[in-house]
């Protein structure tokens, strides 16, 4: 067998991997711990007469969000204006993330920056370690080890180690794509009904979930669907379905109101409204100018496209191909692009083995002395990004700035 052919026992890929997740959260806290001495002490990072140390540091932001939660829950009114009009609250945040934080701040006594940015630092290691198993079969070993540390030191990575839900949504992401791969339909729904409750990705799993349903039943001749494999798969498609409308559907129970969701959500919105699409287009021209912005609307989806539509990326299979076309295709509807559109390019690790140039079917061509070349450069990229994210979106300036 080639070098790349050549899979580790397990068990030992999976301590490589934690390791290079480790070497990467080490450069992250070092690119915190540098950044943290230029915050200035605010409300956010304990009172304006607390000097500012590291747990409070990554508990900044929506961080100050999930701590209210863990803390005092969600209200059962909306808040609102003396207009009527719905306030920021708490319910434009999923719950799973809060509510572990809660659990585990009742058994230890500690407060929350510490337990949320733990949770987040051992969500990231588990979301590494299933991506490497995921990864590893199609593009051998080498190209995975290359591909889990480029992610985990991407720019927006810092969030893997702070107290938001990137790394918990990366965890029961990687989790289900690996239960579609291995077709354990119902450990997929279980983990689809935990997405619902974590972030709201579920609709692009669910057109992930419909294509490998799909290309499923059209194998039947080779391989034969029992009635309970049908019903399983059933199962996983409906329970994306149900993970997309459990949260507003809790948040109506809840409050008594049914759009208070989407009201909710509207409330960051500049416009006061979720509108599909449109508000990327204004967008693009006041950061680009009205001609390079739309042109760079047009050009990124269609370079997502031919990334995804190449040879190049035909080791990533259907279920990841269709993942990277369809988590950004939601994401254009449903966001308002801001500086948060770093950290929503999180869970599109896929993208990196095409990059990498990993993703051809054969992958006895992806020895380390191949792929170094390309990955070296990616990395310092990588790192210098994430202390520019961290020193001009994260770190606070008193007394507004832009979120991350």
């Known amino acids: 067998m080639t070098e790349a052919l050549a899979l580790r026992p397990r068990r030992v890929f999976i301590a490589w991997v934690l390791a290079l997740y480790a070497l990467a959260r080490v450069v992250t806290t070092t690119i915190l711990l540098v950044v943290m001495q230029h915050q200035v002490p605010s409300g956010m990072t304990g009172g304006d007469d607390v000097p500012v140390s590291y747990f409070p540091f990554t508990a900044l932001w929506d961080g100050q969000w999930y701590q209210t939660i863990a803390h005092t829950g969600y209200p059962s009114e909306l808040p609102r204006s003396e207009g009527g009009s719905v306030q920021q609250n708490p319910w434009a945040f999923y719950p799973l993330f809060p509510l572990m934080a809660r659990a585990v701040m009742a058994v230890t006594g ?28 199609r593009i051998g070993d080498p190209a995975a080890y290359l591909v889990v ?14 107290a938001y839900t990137e790394s918990l949504a990366m965890l029961l992401l990687v989790a289900y794509l690996y239960a579609l ?57 409906v329970g994306c379905g149900v993970a997309g409308l459990l949260w507003p559907a809790i948040a109506w129970w809840r409050t008594g109101v049914r759009s208070a969701y989407t009201d909710t959500m509207a ?38 496209v031919a990334m995804m539509a190449g040879p190049w990326a035909r080791a990533l299979g259907a279920d990841l191909r ?25 869970p599109l690790f896929p993208i990196l083995v095409v990059v990498l140039g990993a993703g051809w079917a054969d992958r006895r061509g992806n020895t380390w002395k191949r792929l170094l070349w390309r ?30």
């Open 322 to 346: 269709t993942w990277t076309l369809a988590y950004p295709a939601y994401l254009a509807a449903v966001l308002d692009p801001f500086t948060s559109i770093f950290r929503y390019l999180v």
């Open 181 to 237: 791969a291995k077709e354990r339909w119902l450990v997929a729904t279980a983990v689809a009904l935990l997405v619902g409750l974590s972030r709201p990705i579920a609709v692009p799993l669910g057109l992930v979930t419909l294509v490998v349903v799909v290309l499923r039943w059209r194998a039947r001749r080779e391989r034969p669907i029992t009635r309970g494999t049908y019903g399983a798969m059933l199962a996983a498609l």
């Open 149 to 162: 540390a480029l992610w985990a030191s991407f720019p927006a990575s810092v969030t893997l180690q702070l």
């Open 110 to 137: 500690l407060g929350f920056p510490a337990v949320g940015s733990t949770i987040a630092l051992l969500c990231g290691a588990g979301a590494a370690v299933l991506m490497g198993l995921l990864l590893r079969e």
């Open 375 to 404: 990955f070296v450069p990616l990395l310092l990229l990588s790192i210098v990004g994430q202390y520019y994210w961290t020193d001009i979106l994260w770190r606070f300036v008193p007394p507004s700035d832009y979120p991350p």
């Open 267 to 304: 409330t960051w919105r500049g416009s006061g409204t979720v509108e599909p699409f449109t508000p990327w287009w204004g967008m693009s021209k006041y950061a680009l100018g009205d001609t390079w912005g739309p042109v760079l609307l047009v050009t990124v989806p269609l370079l997502i």
